[in-house]
């Protein structure tokens, strides 16, 4: 199900943190200080945040945070509960999944990881919470009793986006309509939950555009769609589950994320394992592609010789990416093709519904070989 974008990382990320007693995802306490400010426009550094508080910014609006909601961040995709059949309850929707999952089946007091009621429902929802925690828990990972958030929602990434776009989201999800739908507690993992650190404005991948180049402020608002507010950085990257920020701060933009085929519900004709792809124009990643091919990926899902994705990146025209404008989509591309190349080896190819059985492993993106994209499809979500 390609709507199901963090699905599938987090039983190897809870593994890994119960296999390690919880070694660190954060300081020495859950109230642990987080460095950096916000990023604002053009991926330029502002201090203070959106968590901050205050009145909301001038420029901030309820079209804007259902744009970056809807089509940027893909908040519906965790956050609105799933029929029998996999597919979004739409009476229900932003209001919370219930049984988002369970890492501990086996026990029915033990495991289950909801995702909160989204909607301003005042007593399931976020009806009476302030603008301030509801941007503190998307922000920093911290609810409305500072308790923190586990961190399969990418906060992490989110910090880092503008106070008028943190505004506006709050401002959209205030404007839906409210939802009565009674989500329960997470319920105790085995191990701590601790406050993850935000990803360093300072390390986010520049374009190699030089600031005269025409297409360098296209580039540039690429880099905050992918890399601030949306969800490209935080598929196509691989994670850190020990590390006090989730992503390998190394590998941004690198792809070799797993998503199995299970824990996405999908058919045996899927491989068993997909991993998401290298977005740099590396040699297995996107070298020789052009902004145009990216828009392609994005808003039609398929690669830039038309062959199917795969899931779980939630492409157009269904999908979130399908609502992404004209223009965002050539901005991500634009940023996505000038990053340094890095090439990470042979990541495995992707095999969608219709082409050849291949067994083992696929890449999320495509699939690469030497000189850019090959069979296969994409996903993980850029």
Known sequence: MQDSIRFAKLYFLVGMLAASGFAACSGDDDDTTMPGGQAGQGGEAVQGGAASGGAASSDATVARGDYLVNHVAACGDCHTPRRADGSPDTSKFLAGNAAFADINPADPKKGLLPTPNLTPDKTTGLGDWTDKQIKNAFQNGLDSDDNALFPVMPYYVFHNMTDSDADSIVMYLRSIKAVANEIPERQDLGFPVMQAQPVPVDQLPETTLKPTDPKYASAQNGKYLAANVGVCMEC?????????????????????????????????????????????????????????????????????????????????PNGAFGGLTAADALDIGNYLTTLAPVDTAVIPLCVAPGAPPMGGAGNAMGGASAGGMSSGGAGGAP
């Open 236 to 316: 196509h990257t691989e994670h850190d589950p020990l590390a006090a920020v989730p992503l390998k701060l190394d590998a941004l933009f690198q792809g070799n994320e797993t998503f199995t085929r299970d824990q996405l519900g999908l058919p045996p004709v899927f491989p068993e394992m997909i991993v998401s792809a290298n977005v740099t124009p590396g040699k297995n990643g996107i070298k020789g592609w052009t902004a145009e091919d990216v828009v392609k990926v994005l808003k039609e899902g398929v690669n830039k010789d038309g062959e199917a994705l795969c899931p779980p990146m939630p492409f157009g």
